[in-house]
């Protein structure tokens, strides 16, 4: 049971730690709001999507989704056109002043719909967990695939806990929003360029 805990900790984390929407998204909405209570809507969203999908990976329907060629395809094809949507939003989006922060921060309804859109639709979250922690747990039976699967959740959940404290922390310390802006046009073109790899990845 040691080697599927210490296992699925080692995956989880190295599979969760890049920058990525998901994790831009937590860390912004932590940074905007203007109480890290006002931002447990986008990081429960984010931590109960991944449950979900790290769940489902295991329990078998990594299997299926890879056997499928056409279903692989299509949610690739939904994640390429979210991605270069959200980059063009973030793109965009103006540095936050204290003064702009409750123009730019998310109401808990557009937090948990915008948080479950870039954790169902991310083509990197649904082939980490259903391609890689789905493939992964086969190697294991019975408890050892339970403590597989629990301790990748429990990273999931402690990481983006960490990541809405980080952000609320940054967001006090850069008053003047240049961090953030800089960080949303760094998120854009890290969005942009994953829809264009997964785009050739499909056409190959």
């Known amino acids: 049971m040691l080697e599927a805990i210490i296992h699925g900790f080692i995956l989880a984390f190295g599979l969760i730690l890049p920058l990525g929407v998901q994790n831009v998204f937590v860390f912004n909405q932590g940074a905007v709001q203007s109480q890290f209570m006002r931002a447990l ?6 931590a109960i999507c991944d ?32 991605l270069l949507y959200m980059g063009f939003v973030t793109w965009r989006s103006t540095p936050i002043v204290k003064e702009q922060r409750k123009s730019v921060s998310f109401t808990p309804k557009k937090q948990i719909a915008f948080a479950m859109s870039v954790s169902l639709l991310n ?10 922690i789905g493939t992964s747990s086969l190697k294991y039976t019975g408890v050892e695939k339970i403590a597989f699967a629990v301790v990748c959740i429990l990273v999931s959940w402690a990481w983006f806990v960490g990541l809405g404290i980080v952000g609320r922390v940054t967001g006090k310390m850069d008053r003047s929003g ?16 994953t829809a264009i790899y997964i785009g050739f990845t499909l056409i190959k």
Do not use: Q
Not at 41 to 46: E, F, K, N, Q, R
Not at 123 to 132: F, Q, W, Y
Not at 178 to 193: E, H, P, Q, T
């Open 41 to 46: 809507p986008v990081i429960m969203t984010a």
């Open 51 to 82: 449950t979900l999908l790290i769940s489902l990976a295991v329990l078998g329907v990594s299997v299926v989704v890879l056997e499928y060629y056409w279903l692989k395809t299509v949610l690739l094809t939904a994640g390429i056109c979210f």
């Open 178 to 193: 240049r961090f953030l802006a800089i960080l949303n046009k760094i998120s854009a073109i890290v969005m942009w360029g």
């Open 123 to 132: 083509p990197h979250a649904i082939l980490d967990t259903i391609g890689v």
